[in-house]
C-alpha cells in the first residue's frame, strides 16, 4: 500500500506540494464538494402554509337584555323633523280676479284688508266695486255703444285687477319675519317631541319588556329610540328623577323611600298621593313622567 494517500500534508497555499510528495487539499468551509467526494443529500426544506382559515362567519346575536360594553352614539341634539308644509302666500287669492273674468276683484280686496286691516286695501275694494256697479249699469243701457263701453270697462277691469292683485300679494299675505322662524322652529321641535313621547307611553302600555329593551324613560342609560324626553320614575336613578319638571330634592327623597319599601307606581296620580304631590306641579310632572313596571 503506497503511504503518500495516507500523507495528512498537502501544498499550501502557494501550491507547493507537502512533505509526503501530494498536493495538499485546498477546501474550505463552504466551498463546493472535493473531487471524488460524495455528500449526502439535504434534506427539503418545508415551504410555509398559512394556518387554515374557517370560513367567515356573522357575529352572534346577542342575547336579550344584552348590553354594549361601549357608549353608542348619543341621540342627535336635533331631531329630524318632517318637511315644513308651507302655508299658499296669497297664490289664489291673487287669481281671483282672473279666474271671476273680475266679478270678484271687490270681495277679494276687501278679504285682504279686513285680514291686514289695511284701509288703503278697502278704498281700493270700494273703487273696484264702484266701477264693477258702473259696469253693469253701463251693460243695461238700450244704447248699443253704452253697452259696449260697459263691455270694455269689464275688460279693464278683469285685466286690471289681476295684475293690481299680484302686484299687492307680498304685502297683503308677507312672508313671517325672518326673527321669528327660529321661534317656529322651536314650536315645531315641541310639539314633535309631544308626539313621541306619545308614541312612547303607547309602546309602554302595549309591549313592557319592548319598552325595557328599548331604556324608554332612561335618559342615564345609552339607547338609539328617541322617547321625546320620558322619564321612568320607577326605575330612573335620583339625579335623573331631580330633572323632572317642579321636582324638588325632598320630593325625591319621597320616591326613592316609597319604591323601596313599596315598589313602584301606577300612575301621576298615585304619585302625587302616595308622595303628598303638590297639584300645581302635577300637570308638569305628568307631561314627562312614565311608569314601567
Do not use: C
Not at 11 to 17: H, T
Not at 71 to 80: A, D, F, I, S
Not at 215 to 228: M, N, Q, V, W, Y
Amino acid at each position: 500500500m503506497n503511504d503518500d494517500l495516507d500523507d495528512p500534508f498537502g501544498p499550501d497555499a502557494s501550491g507547493r506540494p507537502g512533505p509526503g510528495g501530494r498536493p495538499r487539499a485546498t477546501g474550505r468551509p463552504g466551498d463546493g464538494p472535493r473531487p471524488g467526494e460524495v455528500r449526502p443529500p439535504r434534506p427539503p426544506r418545508p415551504r410555509h402554509r398559512p394556518p387554515h382559515q374557517p370560513p367567515h362567519q356573522p357575529p352572534p346575536m346577542p342575547p336579550p337584555g344584552w348590553r354594549a360594553p361601549y357608549p353608542l352614539p348619543p341621540r342627535p341634539p336635533h331631531p329630524e323633523l318632517p318637511p315644513e308644509e308651507h302655508e299658499p302666500q296669497g297664490i289664489l287669492w291673487a287669481f281671483v280676479p282672473f279666474l271671476t273674468l273680475g266679478l270678484g276683484t271687490p270681495f277679494s280686496f276687501l278679504y285682504a284688508a279686513v285680514r291686514r286691516g289695511s284701509w288703503n286695501l278697502g278704498a281700493t275694494a270700494a273703487g273696484y266695486g264702484g266701477a264693477l256697479t258702473m259696469v253693469f249699469m253701463l251693460l243695461n243701457m238700450p244704447d248699443p255703444v253704452l253697452a259696449m263701453l260697459g263691455g270694455l270697462m269689464m275688460t279693464t277691469l278683469w285685466i286690471a285687477g289681476t295684475v293690481h292683485a299680484f302686484a299687492v300679494r307680498p304685502s297683503a299675505f308677507p312672508r313671517a319675519p325672518v326673527m321669528n322662524q327660529g321661534n317656529r322652529h322651536a314650536i315645531r321641535v315641541a310639539r314633535y317631541r309631544r308626539t313621541l313621547r306619545e308614541e312612547a307611553r303607547q309602546l309602554v302600555a302595549e309591549d313592557p319588556a319592548l319598552a325595557h329593551e328599548l331604556r324608554i324613560g332612561r335618559p342615564d342609560l345609552p339607547g338609539a329610540f328617541d322617547d321625546g324626553g320620558l322619564i321612568d320614575v320607577n326605575h330612573a336613578p335620583p339625579q335623573v328623577l331631580s330633572t323632572l319638571p317642579g321636582m324638588t330634592p325632598d320630593l325625591v327623597e319621597r320616591i326613592g323611600r316609597r319604591r323601596r319599601e313599596h315598589g313602584g307606581f301606577i300612575s301621576a296620580e298615585e304619585l302625587a298621593v302616595d308622595v303628598d304631590l303638590p297639584p300645581d306641579r302635577l300637570p308638569k310632572i305628568a307631561e314627562y313622567a312614565v311608569f314601567l313596571p
